[in-house]
């Protein structure tokens, strides 16, 4: 489970976010919710590309 700033893109862990309040400690913007299934995909697309190396 993640959370990042819309703007920016910093991404946190839940307990990382709890303690900042929900606010990123960099750049002040709220943190939102950020589903992981673009992680996964984005980790398959590296698997891919090693299988192929
Ligand atoms: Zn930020």
């Known amino acids: 489970m993640f959370f990042a700033c819309k ?3 910093h991404r946190y ?3 990382e976010a709890t ?5 990123c400690p ?5 943190l939102e919710y ?3 299934s673009n992680i996964i995909i984005e ?3 590296m698997m891919k590309k090693n299988d192929q190396a």
């Open 13 to 15: 862990k839940f307990d």
């Open 43 to 45: 980790l398959k697309q």
């Open 7 to 9: 703007d920016n893109g």
């Open 26 to 30: 960099k750049c002040g913007e709220s």
């Open 19 to 23: 303690e900042n309040n929900f606010a």
């Open 34 to 36: 950020q589903d992981n």
